[in-house]
């Protein structure tokens, strides 16, 4: 997968589905983001394969771990490679009617 993916662009695709179940209003969504990997060696894809860290990753790479090298840019949002589009998600929440507060000092 790294090979495959060694100086390409691929997107990351995320589907959001939120329901509220008190008034069955739903929201959907998909983000999508543009991540343009560097041309990877041999050797720094077998020393990213020794970390074993790749094993539970639908991309095979964490952006957030060892393969953040990797990445010479992104186009959109880099929560959504690292897991969950959390700006996003929160958008689609308030559009449902869940509150979302920002955290207060000390939280």
């Known amino acids: 997968m790294l090979r495959c993916l060694s100086g390409r662009v691929h997107t990351v695709l995320t589907g959001l ?6 008034t ?3 929201a959907t969504d998909c ?9 990877l060696g041999e050797g ?21 771990d060892h393969a953040a090298p990797f990445v010479e ?6 929560y959504n490679v690292m897991g969950l589009p959390v700006a996003r998600t929160a958008q689609l929440l308030q559009q449902v ?11």
């Open 44 to 64: 720094e894809i077998n020393r990213y394969l020794q970390r074993e860290s790749y094993a539970d990753k639908a991309g095979c790479y964490a952006i957030q």
């Open 17 to 22: 589905w939120v329901v509220n179940t008190l």
């Open 24 to 26: 069955n209003q739903a």
């Open 73 to 78: 840019r992104l186009e959109g949002d880099y």
């Open 97 to 107: 009617g869940y509150p979302i507060e920002p955290p207060r000092p000390g939280d």
């Open 31 to 39: 983000v999508s983001t543009q991540v343009h990997f560097k041309k």
